[in-house]
């Protein structure tokens, strides 16, 4: 069982950044891939972004290319997202998960989640 949890969420005005931290409790966070969804109120979760196991791969939603960049540190069995130049339209509470899956993209490829940590960018 793998427990996942985010950090750094919080209240940024549009063009801010913000850092978003998941810790996992697993010895053997490396053999996840892991990666971000996120879930505006009233609208499904969606994916955001993955990254290999091994750092070395990732796949970015387009709305979010360019200025979100997702790493990792196996060493400290935690996953990051870096958020930058934000809009009122990446307002949503943010998940990390794991998956033992090589890239997944599907909210099904994923094991197991995070509580979520509330992202808010106001105009």
């Known amino acids: 069982q793998v427990q996942l949890v985010e950090s750094g969420g919080g209240l940024v005005q549009a063009g801010g950044s913000l850092r978003l931290s998941c810790a996992a409790s697993?010895?053997?966070?490396?053999?996840?891939?892991m990666g971000w969804f996120r879930q505006a109120p009233g609208k499904e979760r969606e994916f955001v972004v993955c990254i290999s196991r091994t750092g070395g791969n990732t796949v970015y939603a387009d709305s979010v290319k360019g200025r979100f960049t997702i790493s990792r540190d196996n060493a400290k069995n935690t996953v990051y997202l870096q958020m930058n130049s934000l809009k009122p339209e990446d307002t949503a509470v943010y998940y990390c998960?794991?998956?033992?899956?090589?890239?997944?993209?599907?909210?099904?490829?994923?094991?197991?989640w995070g509580q979520g940590t509330q992202v808010t960018v106001s105009s």
């Open positions: 998960a794991a998956s033992p899956q090589w890239m997944p993209i599907a909210i099904y490829d994923y094991s197991y």
């Open positions: 697993e010895r053997t966070f490396s053999s996840y891939a």
